[in-house]
């Protein structure tokens, strides 16, 4: 059975996002970018929220992004690979490979998915893990937390369920990220 594994970038105070929706306050880093891209290179399937696939779609509809340099062009190569399916009742058409659209998140099509995938299954977008985790479906959060605090914003993780985590691994980069690997209790 695949895991679903919530992936995310947070602020030191839980953060995925300050309160203008903007993420910048993370800086690229080589390091944990190639460590970001090694991640992924697992996931053969990603879910997306329709604000996150929006803005990761950039990596397959610019090619100028992988272009920039050889880590680029590695994480381009990784999440074009991976298939793609995106939770929205808005959009209407897709603009990347592999890339199914689904108007509304059942947990009982997941179970489904995670018991025939062959490779583990990456969820991201705070809303869509929200989900996830008050279906008890998500198996691994792995959280990369930036060294800033941003003082509001959207939550990485949901403000109205309790989930007690145990903490698998850690890690610690040079620019003062640090990498938290947590299984929720009960999985």
């Known amino acids: 059975m695949a895991k679903l594994i919530y992936v995310t970038n947070v602020s030191l105070d ?21 460590f970001t891209t090694d991640l992924l290179r697992s996931v053969g399937t ?39 399916v995106v939770y929205s009742t808005t959009l209407t058409a897709v603009s990347t490979a592999a890339t199914s659209v689904e108007r ?17 299954i990456a969820i991201g ?15 691994e959060c792995q959280l990369l937390v930036w060294p800033t605090a941003v003082g509001g914003g959207k939550p990485g993780l949901p403000t109205d369920v309790r989930t007690d985590f145990a903490l698998l691994d850690e ?15 009960g999985h």
């Not at 994480?75 to 991976?82: G, K, Y």
Request: hydrophobic share 45%; charged share 25%.
């Open 171 to 185: 890690r610690r980069f040079g620019n003062g990220v640090v990498h938290l690997r947590y299984r929720p209790l």
């Open 46 to 84: 990603l879910l997306y929220g329709r604000r996150l696939y929006e803005k990761m779609a950039v990596w397959e509809t610019d090619p100028s992004l992988a272009a920039r340099s050889s880590l680029m062009a590695d994480f381009a190569s990784v999440w074009q690979a991976a298939d793609k």
């Open 104 to 120: 509304t998140f059942d947990p009982a099509v997941v179970r489904q998915l995670k018991a025939t995938a062959s490779s583990d």
């Open 14 to 34: 839980g953060y995925i996002e300050d309160e203008n929706g903007d993420f910048a306050w993370f800086p690229p880093d080589d390091e944990v970018f190639t």
């Open 125 to 139: 977008g705070a809303n869509l893990a929200a989900q996830a985790i008050r279906a008890g479906l998500v198996d």
